[in-house]
């Protein structure tokens, strides 16, 4: 399986306000997401999910996903809930969706977590993958 072309073409979707989400895809700007997150101007979408190439249990998932949640507190930062889901949905993982992050501790968690990437973003800017492995 081609990861990388995977990722550039799943939907990340991040659960903004009650009932609300928008749906982010690498390499494009979303001007409603850059008005959401205002007055932050960075962001970064990760995940604790099944570290390639492992595919772990959904308990597993979950636990990892708990500590990336409580790393993420712990560094002061605002989270919301989200997930990454295949076009063709045939894969979809509990994500988090962090504002005011920036690159470096981004990719910090990515690694930690063992992740092949993460997306990262700027206001005005395209969001871009981050190949990390």
Do not use: C
């Amino acid at each position: 399986m081609n990861y990388i072309k995977a990722f550039k073409d799943t939907d990340y979707i991040v659960n903004i306000k009650h009932n609300e989400t928008i749906t982010i895809n690498v390499d494009k700007v979303n001007l409603n997401l850059d008005r959401a997150i205002k007055p932050h101007k960075t962001w970064a979408f990760i995940t604790a999910y099944n570290p390639l190439p492992k595919i772990l249990s959904d308990s597993e998932n979950t636990a990892r996903n708990s500590n990336l949640k409580q790393d993420i507190e712990s560094l002061g930062f605002q989270l919301f809930t989200g997930y990454g889901i295949a076009k063709d949905k045939s894969w979809k993982e509990e994500s988090f969706f962090i504002t005011g992050i920036d690159k470096e501790n981004a990719i910090k968690l990515g690694v930690k977590y063992g992740q092949l990437a993460i997306v990262i973003g700027q206001v005005g800017l395209k969001s871009e993958l981050i190949v990390l492995k």
